[in-house]
């Protein structure tokens, strides 16, 4: 079993900077992949970004690209989401999920239980 859990989040300006973790327990050599999803009543859930734990690749929605920078540290088996120029529409909960399948075909997993983004205009 592994276990996530987010930290990080605030209250933040427009055009401000935060930084969320991702730490995980448990069973973390079994960890494949890394991702942020992020949630609204509106939007729902949707993807942010994701990293392969093996080689580090990485991957970032439209609305994440040259704003966002998705990172993990092995040793301390933690991701990071560095954001920049957030915006109003960065607003949400932001999650962090874990996959096992070295392909990513078995889907996110676990889930950790979210922490607040607010970015004010």
């Known amino acids: 079993q592994v276990q996530l859990v987010e930290s990080g989040g605030g209250l933040v300006q427009a055009g401000g900077s935060l930084r969320l973790s991702c730490a995980a327990s448990g069973r973390t050599d079994s960890i494949a992949g890394t991702a942020w999803f992020r949630q609204t009543p509106v939007k729902g859930r949707e993807f942010v970004a994701a990293?392969?734990?093996?080689?580090?690749?990485?991957y970032y929605a439209d609305s994440a690209k040259g704003r966002f920078t998705i990172s993990r540290d092995n040793a301390k088996a933690t991701m990071y989401l560095q954001m920049n120029n957030l915006k109003p529409e960065d607003t949400a909960v932001y999650y962090c999920?874990?996959?096992?399948?070295?392909?990513?075909?078995?889907?996110?997993?676990?889930w950790g239980q979210g922490t607040q983004v607010t970015v004010s205009s």
């Open positions: 990293i392969r734990w093996s080689g580090g690749r990485t």
């Open positions: 999920a874990a996959d096992f399948t070295l392909d990513g075909s078995g889907g996110y997993k676990n």
